[in-house]
């Protein structure tokens, strides 16, 4: 027996056999979304009102800033609620807007990050051309089609999910509404939905991700032949905090669209599907203002103090 339309929803299971540990994980959760709505809204004031920071780095980190509070804003409500209480149902329709949503998000953020490590390349390899290379109105061609792409993929890759014939116990093995979930929950033949993910994830993790090792090689190798020390942690100042969001990102993105079919797998996926819809947002703004000499003198000026004194 199949139920094709699910008109009432799904369960979304979690760690429901761990009541200890979702009380646990309610309290990490709730803590990690106010320090990303915090975080990643300081680094979005930042970057508007301080002068300083009207550069194409500061741009796409705005950017990225404001992708990660929708992300999390779609998901931790229904997380938390979920988490606290016996009821862990979502409708049909908040399922959809969720996984929507999430792959609009996800993509656009592959995108993106792809673009910072283009942004970074030209700004250590090509640094006397960097102002005509990247100017404002690449920038925000480069966003927009970030976004498009991202806004694409979950028009092409959303309705062929929906449409699979749900088993009728709805029970999805997971916090979220996620693609590989909804899938696995299928009692027909999911064939092409696998295929169509599959490829979905070599365009959109594979091929960035491999762009930006090579984008970080052209400037690993250019920053050794930069004699003068002081350029070099300079280069690794300004290269270091984008390559540690980057690699977490990708880390947990790959362990949960890529995994192999296996229980432990899936149970593994659960761990890195909460990291990357909740860890990573979190970690973001910190990982660039607790390394960033610039956000933190921008911060103390928000303030109305001196930026020096303020960093000392």
């Given at each position: 027996m199949v139920n094709h339309t699910s008109p009432v929803g799904f369960i979304l299971l979690g760690f429901s056999e761990h009541p200890r540990l979702e009380k646990i994980l309610f309290v990490v959760v709730l803590c990690s979304y106010l320090l990303t709505l915090l975080g990643n809204t300081l680094i979005l004031l930042l970057s508007t009102l301080d002068p300083r920071l009207h550069s194409p780095m500061y741009f796409f980190?705005?950017?990225?800033?404001?992708?990660?509070?929708?992300?999390?804003?779609?998901?931790?409500?229904?997380?938390?609620?979920?988490?606290?209480?016996?009821?862990?149902?979502?409708?049909?329709?908040?399922?959809?807007?969720?996984?929507?949503?999430?792959?609009?998000?996800?993509?656009?953020?592959?995108?993106?990050?792809?673009v910072m490590a283009f942004d970074?390349?030209?700004?250590?390899?090509?640094?006397?051309?960097?102002?005509?290379i990247i100017h404002p109105r690449l920038c925000w061609q480069l966003a927009a089609v970030a976004w498009a792409i991202g806004l694409a993929q979950s028009i092409v890759q959303i309705p062929p999910t929906l449409k699979l014939p749900f088993c009728p116990h709805r029970q999805i093995d997971d916090f979220v509404c996620e693609v590989p979930s909804l899938i696995r929950l299928s009692?027909?033949?999911?064939?092409?939905?696998?295929?169509?993910?599959?490829?979905?994830?070599?365009?959109?993790?594979?091929?960035?991700?491999?762009?930006?090792?090579?984008?970080?090689?052209?400037?690993?190798?250019?920053?050794?032949?930069?004699?003068?020390?002081?350029?070099?942690?300079?280069?690794?100042?300004?290269?270091?905090?984008?390559?540690?969001?980057?690699?977490?990102?990708?880390?947990?993105?790959?362990?949960?669209?890529?995994?192999?079919?296996?229980?432990?797998?899936?149970?593994?996926?659960?761990?890195?599907?909460?990291?990357?819809?909740?860890?990573?947002?979190?970690?973001?703004?910190?990982?660039y203002t607790l390394r960033n000499k610039e956000v933190k003198r921008a911060f103390w000026r928000l303030l109305g103090k001196d930026g020096e004194s303020g960093e000392s």
């Amino acid at each position: 027996m199949v139920n094709h339309t699910s008109p009432v929803g799904f369960i979304l299971l979690g760690f429901s056999e761990h009541p200890r540990l979702e009380k646990i994980l309610f309290v990490v959760v709730l803590c990690s979304y106010l320090l990303t709505l915090l975080g990643n809204t300081l680094i979005l004031l930042l970057s508007t009102l301080d002068p300083r920071l009207h550069s194409p780095m500061y741009f796409f980190l705005s950017n990225l800033s404001f992708l990660d509070l929708c992300f999390t804003t779609t998901c931790v409500p229904q997380m938390l609620v979920n988490l606290w209480g016996p009821t862990k149902t979502i409708s049909f329709l908040g399922c959809a807007v969720q996984l929507f949503i999430f792959m609009v998000l996800g993509t656009t953020e592959c995108i993106l990050l792809t673009v910072m490590a283009f942004d970074r390349y030209v700004a250590v390899c090509q640094p006397l051309h960097y102002a005509t290379i990247i100017h404002p109105r690449l920038c925000w061609q480069l966003a927009a089609v970030a976004w498009a792409i991202g806004l694409a993929q979950s028009i092409v890759q959303i309705p062929p999910t929906l449409k699979l014939p749900f088993c009728p116990h709805r029970q999805i093995d997971d916090f979220v509404c996620e693609v590989p979930s909804l899938i696995r929950l299928s009692c027909g033949d999911t064939t092409f939905n696998e295929i169509q993910l599959a490829v979905a994830g070599v365009i959109f993790l594979l091929v960035p991700l491999s762009l930006i090792l090579v984008s970080y090689g052209a400037i690993a190798r250019a920053v050794l032949r930069t004699n003068s020390v002081k350029g070099r942690r300079k280069a690794f100042g300004t290269c270091s905090s984008h390559l540690i969001v980057v690699t977490l990102f990708y880390s947990s993105v790959i362990a949960v669209y890529l995994q192999p079919k296996n229980p432990y797998a899936q149970e593994r996926g659960k761990f890195f599907g909460l990291f990357y819809a909740v860890g990573t947002p979190t970690l973001n703004p910190i990982v660039y203002t607790l390394r960033n000499k610039e956000v933190k003198r921008a911060f103390w000026r928000l303030l109305g103090k001196d930026g020096e004194s303020g960093e000392s």
